[in-house]
């Protein structure tokens, strides 16, 4: 398969009792998680640093960067990032100036040094004492700390807010644009049925305030529509480069530009995520709505529950970094030629941008008149078999003359390929 993008390094003292914990879920979330077991496999891998590697007192095992490579040749990530445990333990460990312990925090501190642009330290405190007046904490100082904020802790475990924020940081590391800060689009209807009153407004209430307790971005036309701004270009323009948070409650499918929003979104290949928060129900729906991941929100003594959207938003996180993945995974894909992929889908092809991309790949120059299928590539899981079936009967009504060959990963590595 392809070169690994990201590696992440877990690093604790094994004295420190929670670290374990921690390490655990942070693999669990990207090695176990259906989010990321989508992308081809060596996309994203989580490797624990720990026991000591030559007996119980010594450091762990070294963590491998470009500058400072693995055993037998063993090609690095083209992204590291290392996520060390501060507790008291590490701390008691690192004081010693001539402890292995200080020599190991020394080294990840040389590779960021040297590579600043492709590895990223993301410090995660099990002690809020560890860092104060130690030598670990003058050497850990500068980065910020990762799940940090405990403002709303009653509505979320510390896990989903430690997965989040390093998902987030992830996300900014490996982005070519290299952002300062990942943007939500809440895209909502201001109209709402008669039975649903007031619930909307709470529930856009509750979301912005949700994403103001994060480190996120937001993105609101009520409020961020300056004067005098050319809204409709804004819209289109932020729905096309922004991560998009639908709230889809009773009409939110038969407005115009909520169909809008979700179409430049999808088109342009970035992370949607539905806010399900149906209240009495929907005439029809839209087609255009389907085909994205969707989080239930629902009510708990007559209030929305927080929980939810939390669920929502930790989702919208991981889907924008699993995009970005899978476009440097395309990139790699230039040393594989013989996969010959005509389309690196960042999502299961659609109607709706299976016609845009066949309008795309059509005006390309470079499309030739062979005979063979055109294969799709997308992330896991796969299209059901009425699913492809359909699509592959509406691609014959199409100008593009050529039957295509839709697939995820794992369906092309059963293949050989």
Known sequence: MLPPILEIFVVWHPDDERGAAISRAVFDHFMQGPTFSGVIGGGVHVSLRSCGWEGPCSAPRDIYSANHPGPNGIRPANFVAIVPLIGTEMAASVEDTGSEWYSF?????????????????????????????????????????????????????GHGMLCRDLTQGLTQLISPTEMDRLTVFISHTKRHSHDEGEDVDALVAIVRAVIRDTRLEEFFDASDLQPGADWDKELRRKSATSALLAIRTDLYASREW????????????????????????????????????????????????????????????DECLKRELWKHQKELASERPELNVAWWAPHAPEPLTLSYWIDEYLAEPSTNGSDLDIRILHPDPPLGPEEKEFLLKYVGTTRLGRMIDIMTPRQLATRGG
């Open 105 to 157: 925090v020394s080294k990840i501190l040389e590779i960021k040094k040297a590579l600043p642009k492709t590895i990223g330290i993301f410090p995660y405190a099990l002690d809020r004492g560890a860092s104060d007046g130690t030598v670990l904490g003058r050497m850990l100082g500068s980065f910020q700390l990762i799940a940090a904020s405990a403002s709303h802790t009653q509505h979320e475990d």
């Open 258 to 317: 909520c169909q809008r929003e979700i179409t430049i979104a999808k088109t342009n290949g970035m992370p949607v995520v539905m806010i399900d928060a149906i209240g009495v129900g929907e005439q029809r729906g839209s087609f255009l709505m389907d085909h994205v991941p969707r989080v239930a929100v629902r009510k708990s003594d007559s209030k929305w529950k927080h929980m939810d959207v939390y669920r929502a938003l930790n989702l919208l996180v």
